[in-house]
């Protein structure tokens, strides 16, 4: 029979959208049974939450005082022992999703199909390779669990339903591998939304000239309520952490308004934002590639537009 586990994204007490995403994701699938597990210190909040969404049949509890902070290595047993009762099991393909699943595979004993885009079947999926410039149709093995990242840049939110599902708890049960701790938590993105999941994206690039002049990003940023994103060569020059860059090698997000600041549109970029909703560039070169993907561009140098810009918003 095939029955779904979602792996819950959750921080602060709040359900990650990426998790109502996978879910809609996940109902391609036609099946009735959707279970959604949410692993935490304290699970109640988060728990209520997921129990809302449409289409979830159960919410389970995992709680442990392991996952106030839980790693990637703490998870993926406990992902592994809950598996045998599913025929599929899914977590977004976001950063928690991209570290999480594989390691779950891997002891499960099965390959990922990674950044699922479109589910064509029960074991057939479509997912983008040579950074989205060609689709590829994978199908995984019938006989072993499906073990999957859910592109969440390609799905919209699963919506709540008309009454929350029944919330069950359940013992962890996988030691700790003991091999893997958390420390501490550092976010270089300063405040704001989440990146990977905000509507409204402002991101610099190179043009932006350095961390100074990032704050005319951050500036703009929190004026329009927007998470702040940026080019490779804007990390790799230092004026943002790296945990800020979109693209190929960065992450790949779908907001519905993106504003590309001094960015040319370079193709390993672009990547990153194809699933984008109103693209807003601004750059000094009129024939810059990024003005052939926008749909509103301006012509000009950032630093004179954007602080015009801001005082009309
Ligand atoms: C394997 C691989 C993976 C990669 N992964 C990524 C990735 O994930 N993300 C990513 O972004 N890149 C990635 N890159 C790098 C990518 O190829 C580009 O080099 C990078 O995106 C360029 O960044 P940029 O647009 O900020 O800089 P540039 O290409 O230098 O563009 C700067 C732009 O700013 C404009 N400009 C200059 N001054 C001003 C001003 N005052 N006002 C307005 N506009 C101005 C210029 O006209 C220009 O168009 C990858 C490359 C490789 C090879």
Known sequence: MSRVL?????????????????????????????????????????????????????????????????????????????????SHVLGPSTTFGRDLMPRAAALIGVGQVSDVQEVLDSHTFKRPIYAGNAIVTVKAPADRPVIATIRAASFSAAGEGESACEIISREPTAEDPGHTRFIDLETGGGEGPDLQTADRVVSGGRAVGSSEGFETIYSFAKKLGAAVGASRAAVDAGYVPNELQVGQTGKIIAPELYFAIGISGAIQHLTGIKDAGTIVAINKDAEAPIFEIADYGLVGDLFEILPELEKLI
Request: net charge negative; aromatic share 4%.
């Open 6 to 86: 979602i792996i819950a994204q959750h921080g602060d007490g709040s359900l990650n959208p990426a998790t109502a995403k996978t879910l809609f994701g996940a109902k391609g699938l036609r099946v009735d049974d959707i279970d959604v597990a949410v692993f935490a210190e304290d699970a109640g909040e988060v728990a209520a939450q997921a129990a809302k969404l449409d289409g979830v049949t159960r919410v389970i509890k995992l709680e442990h005082p392991d996952f106030a902070h839980p790693t990637a290595a703490r998870l993926a047993p406990e992902i592994a022992a809950l598996a045998g009762n599913y």
